[in-house]
């Protein structure tokens, strides 16, 4: 067949193919680009954009908190903030962690929507906390709460943007939801700051209109979004499963394009069997989702939290000093702006290239941090590839995840990911602190930049053969 | 799409339901913030809960001490000072609001939050008058600030906040400057940092807690810390450089006779720390751990050669604190020093 031949050459490519209905069979598209397009034309999901309002409200409760807590907890209440670093080092571990075991849930319970609940409940319970908190282990527990309840609801709620989206659009799903997301992420930061400029004292008024806004995302996912469920989705697509299943089969190794068809059909089986108690190695046996993992765990490893990036602006700019507390939110805005772009940029050109071409911007983003500018004008690129890169990975990576696991275990494949994504992001920073310790913040940050190079490129060949299984989507 | 929404009745039914709690909600927070805003006015407009002399508008000639007033109604987080003989005496209340002061017979430095959509934070200069000179952005919540005895150098450090609980984790900036502006020796962090004559090149390092050397305008105490250790640093302003001379002391502070030095010493752990005041004696390098039970997050100020002060905050009020009063020597007893106050700076 085609696409084996195409592999013996080592010449697996990233092209848009065509899949033939029903036979399984696919073909590639011509190449050139003014060809490209997408089958069904765009029609916006009301799941998703529910699903989008429901994180934004979430978001404008959860971030005009954390935007006025360290006022709050060293201003006001005179708690030293390095305990809170070191435990919120633990909770963001175990947020990372309950990723993966949610998303596991989800798929062994059925229902998405319900471990999507228990996730945002559980962060609306901490808001309710913080009406009566003030000493120093109640503030860290209910953090830890609104930690965990984040990480339980992602996997989750990705899972019902993907059973909701049209596939040739899911980045575009996906970037929706996140602009969304992330409009809620803007302006919380800028409701808190104004509650307070009104009343100095008033955090008691912004914990109280923070759990109004969570009150309200719980009660709309609970009514607006149904209950879908992924046994339903997957039989609707069993066709695709099976159709990418089998075409996956030489991408894997050489042995594998000589599998005979048996074979195929066996795991094409197996990957619409109902969710039991196959975890562990049915995922990480899907050659796409493995080298997918192992792409985002590479590149994560190389990228280092914002906040290191902001102190090196902040250290040669007077304006970052300034606005400091505003380049979070300048970021944010940066990447609510490209989200819709660089999903559709995903569906069209290829979801693996854009997710590794988003480490580029990040990249372009550590150099000009490192090079002895001063200014506006780089502070504000900065930002703005900051943006970028989170829209062209955070979106595409859940699409690139969901379109690589077996439909008995979207979320747990989408867990995975992003579980692989918060781990290994984790150990940058933390390794990164050792390097920024050891030889300078820009020395490290050109360290930091010729890995992630070398990354970038690793992972573009890593990804070839699981971007040209999701591409078939 | 489920069948329950896609019959039009229902989704019409959920859609009043969301509107409805959403109408409820909003218009509960509303209330609230209302509440808490006319609560605030009413608070601002009604008298201090303590004795306020009237309005005073320059630091007192005579000795005195300057602090934060935390008293609730009018005047709250404004600077204040009290004359020396009579602590707990009325208070003179200016109109100059600051989360962190300190001064002198001739200036004072406000650390403070300037609120607004973009909240940011600026160290700035008073005269004797309460006229504002110099001033300055810093990256973070207002944590210490200090004047040099010879009155021409300050120093502040703020916990560097961008967003977030934590950010990239715990970072406090520290800077010295000259009081009236122009150049300044800067970030403490850009200067050489020497540990058993060593130079060490780590650039993660916070320092926190300056205190000026009396008599030698070129010296001065902080405190160090890379990678989990702490040290007491002597620095020097000409030659750029910290060099390490004692380990776990924070938030150092000198005193007047320059023999030893008052700090607070962690004796729990890194996640929950709990600071006892100590003080060390400079020439012998003996520590002697004071009987405060309170944990103290503050950086002490010497009222004489044989007193400390510190600020505690109080557990049921929120925002409100108290200055404390305890003879530096082991097994004494604190006593209340002036009540709702904070940052206290005694002016001789």
């Not at chain 1, 065509?18 to 069979?25: D, L």
């Not at chain 1, 945002?120 to 309710?128: D, I, K, P």
């Not at chain 2, 502070?253 to 060390?280: C, E, M």
Request: proline share 5%; glycine share 10%.
């Amino acid at each position: 067949m085609y696409l084996s031949m195409a592999d013996r050459k080592g010449g697996a490519t990233d092209e848009p193919v065509e899949e033939s209905a029903g036979t399984g069979i696919q073909a590639p598209v011509p190449v050139k680009a003014t060809t490209r397009r997408s089958l069904r034309p765009f029609r916006l999901s009301p799941v998703i954009l529910s699903l989008g309002v429901v994180s934004m409200l979430t978001d404008v409760s959860s971030e005009s908190v954390a935007a006025i807590l360290p006022l709050y907890l060293t201003g006001f209440l005179g708690l030293s903030t390095i305990a809170f670093g070191i435990i919120d080092g633990i909770n963001q571990g175990a947020s990372a962690l309950v990723r993966i075991a949610a998303g596991w849930a989800s798929d062994r319970m059925g229902h998405p929507k319900r471990i999507a609940i228990a996730g945002y409940g559980l962060s609306m319970l901490a808001r309710v906390g913080f009406l009566f908190a003030g000493g120093f282990w109640s503030i860290a527990g209910l953090i830890a709460g609104d930690r965990i309840g984040k990480g339980i609801r992602t996997a989750p709620r990705d899972a019902l943007i993907t059973m909701s989206a049209q596939p040739e659009h899911l980045a575009r799903h996906f970037g929706i939801h996140r602009m969304l997301d992330n409009i809620g992420a803007a302006l919380g930061p800028l409701l808190a700051f104004f509650i307070l400029m009104l009343i100095p004292n008033g955090y008691a008024t912004v914990f109280v209109v923070s759990l109004a806004f969570a009150v309200i995302g719980v009660v709309a996912l609970v009514l607006l979004v149904p209950d879908l469920r992924p046994g339903t989705w997957a039989g609707r697509n069993a066709g695709r499963q099976r159709a990418e299943v089998a075409a996956d089969m030489p991408s894997g190794a050489a042995v594998a394009a000589d599998m005979p068809s048996g074979a195929a059909a066996q795991r094409a089986e197996k990957a619409t069997r109902p969710a039991l108690l196959v975890f562990r190695w049915s995922l990480f046996r899907e050659p796409g989702l493995g080298r997918l993992l192992v792409a985002a765990g590479l590149l994560g490893l190389l990228t280092v939290g914002d906040g290191f990036i902001y102190l090196v602006l902040q250290d040669r700019d007077a304006f970052a000093v300034q606005w400091f507390p505003l380049l979070y939110v300048g970021t944010n805005v940066a990447f609510l702006l490209f989200a819709i772009p660089m999903g559709r940029l995903a569906d069209r050109w290829g979801r693996g290239r854009v997710f590794v071409a988003g480490h580029a911007a990040l990249l372009v983003c550590y150099l000009l941090a490192a090079a002895p500018l001063t200014g506006l004008g780089p502070t504000l690129a900065c930002l703005a590839l900051l943006g970028i890169f989170y829209a062209a990975t955070d979106g595409v990576l859940a699409a690139l995840a969901s379109r690589l696991a077996p439909a008995h275990l979207l979320a747990t494949g989408i867990g995975a990911a992003q579980t692989v994504v918060a781990l290994s992001r984790m150990a940058a920073s933390a390794l990164f602190g050792v390097l920024w310790f050891a030889v300078g913040p820009s020395t490290a940050m050109v360290i930091v930049s010729s890995a992630l190079a070398v990354a970038v490129a690793v992972s573009a060949v890593i990804l070839r053969g699981a971007t040209k299984q999701e591409a078939a989507a | 799409m489920s069948p329950e929404l896609s019959t039009p009745v229902t989704a019409r039914t959920r859609w009043i339901i969301l509107l409805v709690i959403t109408g409820v909600v909003l218009a509960g927070a509303g209330v609230y913030a209302v509440s808490a805003f006319q609560r605030f006015q009413q608070g601002q407009l009604a008298g201090s809960s303590v004795k306020v002399a009237s309005g005073d508008t320059a630091l007192p000639v005579e000795p005195f001490v300057l602090f934060r007033n935390t008293a609730a109604g009018q005047g709250y987080g404004k600077a204040a000072t009290v004359p020396l003989d009579d602590v707990q005496g009325a208070r003179s209340v200016s109109g100059v609001a600051c989360d962190r002061v300190y001064g002198n017979h001739q200036s004072m430095v406000c650390l403070r939050t300037n609120r607004g959509l973009v909240t940011s934070f600026e160290a700035a200069v008073y005269n004797a008058d309460y006229q504002q000179g110099s001033s300055e952005a810093v990256p973070g919540v207002p944590s210490r600030a200090r004047i040099d005895p010879t009155g021409t150098m300050m120093s502040s450090t703020v916990f560097v906040t961008g967003h977030s609980y934590a950010g990239s984790g715990f970072s406090t900036e520290t800077v010295i400057r000259p009081l009236a502006g122009g150049d300044s020796p800067g970030n403490l962090e850009k200067f050489t940092f020497i540990v058993n004559g060593e130079t060490v090149t780590a650039t993660d390092r916070n320092m926190w807690g300056v205190t000026f050397v009396p008599g030698d305008p070129d010296s001065f105490y902080a405190t160090t810390s890379s990678s989990g250790r702490l040290w007491l640093v002597r620095g020097s302003i000409s030659a750029r450089t910290l060099t390490a001379v004692h380990d776990g002391v924070e938030c150092p502070s000198i005193s007047p006779d320059g023999t030893r030095i008052g700090f607070k010493k962690n004796t729990g752990t890194q996640v929950a720390p709990h600071w006892k005041i100590a003080v060390l004696d400079l020439g012998s390098g003996m520590e002697t751990v004071l009987a405060e039970t309170a944990s103290v997050d503050d950086q002490v100020e010497w009222l004489d050669n044989d007193f400390l002060l510190y600020g505690l905050p109080r557990a049921d009020q929120p925002g409100d604190s108290d200055i404390w009063k305890i003879p530096a020597v082991q097994d004494s007893a604190p006593e209340l020093f002036i009540e709702h106050a904070w940052s206290p700076s005694v002016v001789h």
